[in-house]
């Protein structure tokens, strides 16, 4: 069975760093695209970055730009989210998804349960 766990939420200050984790398992990693997305209390879920396997690309959103760097170690089946300099508004529940076409920007086909980033002022 197809799994995506995300791990590395916590409660940080402003300014501070969090690296999320997403294990897979159950399916074939490498040939999947792997994306970060967050959904925040009355805010559009919105795509934070991803990483193609297929041609080595990577997204990042505006937002998290220069700030969020995301990384794979496929002998892990893993992908990492690392968050520096983390303000208020990256408060959201972070949830990573897999896209078996194996290229940013598709809807995703299996989705982890998601982790709990609070920032706090």
């Known amino acids: 069975e197809a799994q995506l766990v995300e791990s590395g939420g916590g409660l940080v200050q402003a300014g501070g760093s969090l690296r999320l984790s997403c294990a897979a398992s159950?399916?074939?990693?490498?040939?999947?695209?792997i994306g970060w997305f967050r959904q925040a209390p009355g805010k559009e879920q919105e795509a934070v970055s991803c990483?193609?396997?297929?041609?080595?690309?990577?997204y990042y959103a505006d937002s998290v730009k220069g700030r969020f760097t995301i990384s794979s170690d496929n002998a892990k089946s893993t992908v990492y989210l690392q968050m520096n300099s983390l303000k208020p508004e990256d408060t959201a529940v972070y949830y990573c998804?897999?896209?078996?076409?194996?290229?940013?920007?598709?809807?995703?086909?299996?989705w982890g349960q998601g982790t709990q980033v609070t920032v706090s002022s």
């Open positions: 159950g399916f074939a990693f490498d040939d999947y695209a």
């Open positions: 998804a897999a896209d078996r076409q194996g290229y940013c920007g598709g809807p995703g086909d299996y």
């Open positions: 990483i193609s396997h297929t041609d080595g690309s990577t």
